[in-house]
């Protein structure tokens, strides 16, 4: 059973900063690509940022030069700065990992349960 488990959300004023974490548990052979989607009211889940196991980033147009996502393999977990915040950011920012067990030589897709994130102006 793998388990991803976000924290670091909360309220935040505009132009301030917040640093998001993911921690991956569970039986765990190999972490291919992590990555942080966020989804506001109303809207649809959408990539903000992900990362390969060798470290390539991408991320949406809508948080570069602000966003920055990073990951620790020794620890299974990957982190997101989230530096001069706008009010469009506030969403609920979720955790996903392709993640290889010891039974299958694939990646399965997980998911965190999200953590809020509201920036106020």
């Known amino acids: 059973q793998v388990q991803l488990v976000e924290s670091g959300g909360g309220l935040v004023q505009a132009g301030g900063s917040l640093r998001l974490s993911c921690a991956a548990s569970g039986s765990i052979n190999r972490i291919n690509a992590m990555g942080w989607y966020r989804q506001a009211p109303g809207k649809q889940r959408e990539l903000v940022a992900d990362?390969?196991?060798?470290?390539?980033?991408n991320y949406a147009d809508s948080v570069k030069d602000r966003f920055t996502i990073s990951r620790d393999n020794a620890k299974n977990a990957v982190y997101l700065q989230m530096n001069s915040l706008k009010p469009e950011d506030t969403a609920v920012y979720y955790c996903?990992?392709?993640?290889?067990?010891?039974?299958?030589?694939?990646?399965?897709?997980?998911w965190g349960k999200g953590t809020l994130v509201t920036v106020y102006s």
């Open positions: 996903a990992a392709n993640i290889m067990d010891y039974v299958r030589f694939y990646g399965i897709d997980y």
């Open positions: 990362i390969n196991r060798g470290g390539s980033t």
